[in-house]
């Protein structure tokens, strides 16, 4: 079993609609919590972020995570079609050598259209 | 803005060759990662480096090794390259007590 599993997509949604991307893992010493998008052609890039369990917003996109389930979430209200990409989350633990290495989901590709 | 580069955006290689792909950062970033990235496996972590010299494997490391002589430089290996080993490949940065990591753009690696 991987350690963190992503919803697989693809996902297609009109412009305007709230997209749901969710991730569930089974370590439970993670404690770090990312949101990366990337670009066709391009690296990812930090989108969002969250420490321990609880919510997060930035604009039109909101982070959930909720440990006891070991479910992460990301809510983007609103879609544009800028907003399609590769989502991909992340997680890390909080300490050792092993600080920061990232564990990534499979990534969801995520189609906006006008 | 931190620059993470990777020395190629695209190389086609032969099955046996040795391969050298590079990465650098101009951030003093002490951690620096080599993932691949495959359609429905996500990003897999190679190998990582938390100091000069210092490394340690990640989930897939069969098949690779790596270098860190200088802090921003960190080269991932491919000492007998093989088809399965055709995948797009990401180097990646974050400095010690942070969690944002950035990436390079990216080599797209083809071995025929």
């Known amino acids: 079993q991987k350690e963190v599993e992503q919803d697989p997509g693809p996902l297609s949604v009109p412009e305007g609609a709230i997209v749901s991307l969710n991730c569930t893992y089974s370590?439970?010493?993670?404690?770090?919590f990312m949101w990366y998008r990337q670009y066709s052609r391009k690296g990812p890039e930090l989108l969002m972020y969250t420490y321990s369990s609880g919510n997060k917003e930035d604009g039109r996109f909101t982070a959930q995570v909720d440990k006891s389930s070991k479910y992460i979430s990301l809510f983007i209200r609103d879609s544009q079609p800028s907003d399609s990409a590769t989502y991909l989350c992340a997680m890390s633990y909080a300490g050792g050598t092993s600080y920061g290495k990232l564990t990534f989901g499979q990534g969801t590709i995520l189609t906006v259209h006008p | 803005d931190v620059k993470v580069t990777q020395s190629s955006r695209y190389l086609v290689k032969r099955t046996g060759e040795k391969v050298f792909l590079e990465c650098v950062q101009d951030m003093d970033h002490e951690n620096m990662f080599w993932y691949r990235q495959d359609p429905g496996l996500g990003l897999r972590l190679i190998y990582f480096?938390?100091?000069?010299?210092?490394?340690e494997k990640g989930d897939i490391p069969e098949g690779y090794s790596v270098s860190r002589e200088k802090k921003e430089r960190f080269s991932l290996i491919l000492e007998s390259a093989s088809t399965n080993q055709t995948s797009m490949y990401l180097c990646?940065?974050?400095?010690?007590?942070?969690?944002?990591?950035?990436f390079g753009q990216g080599t797209r690696l083809t071995v025929v």
């Open positions: 370590n439970s010493a993670f404690q770090y």
């Open positions: 480096s938390y100091d000069v010299k210092m490394k």
């Open positions: 990646a940065s974050k400095g010690w007590g942070s969690f944002r990591a950035f």
